[in-house]
T-cell receptor
């Protein structure tokens, strides 16, 4: 069964706007990871945030983690058409840090 | 780093036939994972290898499914007596350079299986 739940399921914004996606999970985790998937392709790792970290940046990406609320958010600033993809969060459980549990993803569409 | 390679990219077969997929992980990675993904869903964990040892199998993996990783390099996933419900994208990932923890997984582009 899926542990992570992304919100919203779909998001459509204009190019240049910021996109925020949220992820909630249920159990204690070792780390939380965000991935991107273009249609018909494999997943590409974006950011890994450890359970003792609260915020992490990578280029136009910003990830936050609130372990008390068991939630994370991914912010993409100044969106581009090329950011159109599905975005997934995946959690590594404390008792099994090699097995990732995935949500159903947020489908992001950037309109030019 | 040539990335994770999966073959074939697409497989169409009749119900009841056996199929085998291959995954070549990133060469220095000792961990290898198989996932199944259906349309509109996230990946579902199937099985995990550390080197040649299969350490974890999901209950989703019925006895018609078998995976191997001989010599701890490439891996194969075989589905016997395929059923309509096996139609999905099968993804392989690798991770785990020795001595490192909290590592991301690197995915191949998957094998899309269609059962007629």
């Amino acid at each position: 069964s899926q542990q992570g739940e992304e919100d919203p399921q779909a998001l459509s914004i204009q190019e240049g706007e910021n996109a925020t996606m949220n992820c909630s999970y249920k159990t204690s985790i070792n780390n939380l990871q965000w991935y991107r998937q273009n249609s018909g392709r494999g997943l590409v790792h974006l950011i890994l945030i450890r359970s003792n970290e609260r915020e992490k940046h990578s280029g136009r990406l910003r990830v936050t983690l609130d372990t008390s609320k068991k939630s994370s958010s991914l912010l993409i600033t100044a969106s581009r058409a090329a950011d159109t993809a599905s975005y997934f969060c995946a959690t590594a459980r404390m008792d099994s840090n090699y097995q990732l549990i995935w949500g159903a993803g947020t489908k992001l569409i950037i309109k030019p | 780093d040539t990335g994770v390679s999966q073959n074939p990219r697409h497989k169409i077969t009749k119900r009841g036939q056996n199929v085998t997929f291959r995954c070549d992980p990133i060469s220095e990675h000792n961990r290898l994972y198989w996932y199944r993904q259906t349309l509109g869903q996230g990946p579902e964990f199937l099985t995990y290898f550390q080197n040649e040892a299969q350490l974890e199998k999901s209950r989703l993996l019925s006895d018609r499914f078998s995976a191997e990783r001989p010599k701890g390099s490439f891996s194969t996933l075989e589905i016997q007596r395929t059923e309509q419900g096996d139609s999905a994208m099968y993804l392989c990932a690798s991770s785990g350079s020795p001595g490192q923890s909290n590592q991301p997984q690197h995915f191949g582009d998957g094998t899309r299986l269609s059962i007629l």
